[in-house]
């Protein structure tokens, strides 16, 4: 058992290291981080990034120690990343009903498109929804934990910025970015739906995505339907 969780573990951290680090080279590229993060090596790998991404997960250990100012560091470390997945979820499927409604709104057409959303538009709202609601239910927990009356009022004020201290600072650094860049929210008919489209010959890309598509096994298509 011990092996078991060891190894899901080091997957997490693999995986979690893999994300923000491309996630900090990708904001470099885009002005939106110290240049220095979008530094890529030859095989490709974004170095610096995964540095300072494995260097910020390393200091979670200082919690092995046991003590009570290591706890409270930890816990704080936690607090502030505790949300991070409902708001990546939740933005990539606001990202995708926006780009959809974008496509709409300029004449383009689903057959343009090289992939398609299984769940398409609803799902994506039915996934924003639910991360909406999981943000309004930790907010109550936050603010009205069990037992709080018998808190005081500090106890109170610190269960909740442990619980939603996330929720500040993400949207501090959005406000602070949107008066610093003077970047304004774009319209449906704004949004550009043509930088970093690759090249290629989507008729025979999608035909041959058919035909494939075609001589799937029944439980293929409908284990394609579900995942």
Partial sequence: MNVVIMIAVLSVGNSAVYGSSRTLAALADQGQAPKILGYIDRSGRPLVSILVASSIGFLCYLVAAG???RNMAFNWMLAISGLSSIFTW???CLCHIRFRKAWKVQGRH???LAFRSQPGVIGSWIGFIFNCLILVAQF???FAPVGWKSLTPNEVAQHFFE???SVPIIMAFYIVFKLWKKTPIRRSHTIDL???V???NLAQ???EERAEQANWPAWKRAYKIVC
């Fill in 163 to 165: 619980a939603y201290l």
């Fill in 110 to 112: 689903l057959d343009e």
């Fill in 90 to 92: 939740g933005s990539i």
């Fill in 194 to 196: 043509v930088s970093g």
């Fill in 67 to 69: 003590s009570d100012t």
């Fill in 198 to 200: 690759r090249e290629l």
């Fill in 140 to 142: 109550w927990t936050g």
């Fill in 205 to 207: 890309l999608l035909a």
